[in-house]
């Protein structure tokens, strides 16, 4: 009895074992998601190529040339499409950098010295300089 529970647990950890093996062998994950959408996209890119050659020179109907272009470029918006998906997922913040805080024009504080008033004003009271919008005025150098 003995034995027969030992050859069950030594022939289960080896069909485990081929099992891993099995799994983690014929899976070559690519190096980047990309690459493997690239291929495609430059796949995609090569049969509008061979298209359009073909049309040329006389070998597609004008029917057949359009309804294949526009498959092929169903195809590729299709591959452009997870691309920016894939770069979204992969950096958020990366496709839609939030605008580093857009300097705010505060009427009530001059951009120049900082001083604070209480009504918004054209010129600055403690340095003259010109409140507010300060670059589009004086930008004609
Ligand atoms: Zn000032």
């Given at each position: 009895?003995?034995?027969?529970?030992?050859?069950?647990?030594?022939?289960?950890?080896?069909?485990?074992?081929?099992?891993?093996?099995?799994?983690?062998?014929?899976?070559p994950e690519p190096v980047s998601p990309f690459q493997h959408l690239d291929a495609r996209k430059a796949a995609i890119y090569d049969n509008l190529r061979d298209l359009q050659f073909e049309y040329r020179v006389g070998k597609l109907s004008d029917q057949d040339y359009q309804q294949t272009k526009k498959d092929l470029q169903r195809e590729l918006a299709g591959v452009l499409a997870e691309v920016d998906r894939l770069k979204l997922e992969l950096n958020p913040n990366g496709a839609a950098p939030p605008p580093p805080a857009p300097k705010t024009i505060?009427?009530?504080?001059?951009?120049?010295?900082?001083?604070?008033?209480?009504?918004?004003?054209?010129?600055?009271?403690?340095?003259?300089?010109?409140?507010?919008?300060?670059?589009?005025?004086?930008s004609s150098a």
């Open positions: 009895m003995i034995i027969v529970i030992a050859v069950l647990i030594a022939v289960g950890v080896i069909v485990f074992i081929l099992a891993v093996r099995a799994t983690d062998l014929p899976a505060d009427p009530l504080t001059c951009p120049h010295c900082h001083a604070k008033f209480t009504q918004p004003l054209k010129f600055c009271g403690e340095c003259g300089k010109p409140m507010g919008v300060t670059q589009s005025c004086n």
